[in-house]
């Protein structure tokens, strides 16, 4: 095939299977480099339950949390300071409940690239369980945190964050 013209190579191939596969090429092409970082969800490297918080504000749960979510996601971590124009901004409130589960997810702020804020849901979800914030008032914690989200699909919360270049 090597020493064949390109257009006698693709005789062989029906019609209908040389269109689909220029669609999906034609889409791929457009849907931009960024995407396909967050098509999946990376699996957390959780080993073992995490300890209770010792928060007894939300300031200082939310590094607990922070801390847990870079332990989960190690691979993800962008690190040293991000760029000036970085990929994506998110604002989240997250909702933990006595026993550590993700009780509930609000997006406060939506980010530029709307590929981002269904990733980092389901980041935070799978992320589960956080320590359980047994110091907080009701045993339950809602916390802000600010996700600072490269094109690669790494990244930073505001809570750890290394600065911005």
């Given at each position: ?9 693709l005789l ?41 918080s010792?928060?007894e ?49 609000k ?6 690239a ?8 389901a ?17 339950t ?25």
């Amino acid at each position: 095939m090597a020493d064949m013209p390109f257009s006698t190579w693709l005789l062989p191939f029906p019609r209908a299977a040389l269109a689909r596969a220029a669609v999906l090429l034609a889409v791929a092409c457009t849907a931009g480099p960024a995407l396909a970082q967050f098509n999946m969800v990376p699996t957390p490297l959780t080993p073992e339950p995490p300890r209770p918080s010792q928060a007894e504000i939300e300031r200082e749960y939310r590094i607990d949390a922070a801390r847990h979510i870079y332990s989960a996601y190690p691979m993800r971590v962008y690190r040293g300071k991000v760029p000036p124009l970085i990929y994506s901004v998110m604002v989240v409130e997250t909702e933990i409940d006595a026993s550590g589960t993700v009780r509930d997810i609000k997006v406060v702020r939506k980010p530029a690239a709307d590929e981002v804020a269904p990733w980092v849901m389901a980041m935070i979800r799978r992320a589960a369980p956080f320590p359980a914030p047994e110091r907080m008032k009701d045993a339950t914690v809602k916390y802000l945190d600010i996700w600072l989200v490269d094109k690669s699909g790494l990244f930073q919360v505001d809570t750890l964050t290394e600065g911005q270049r």
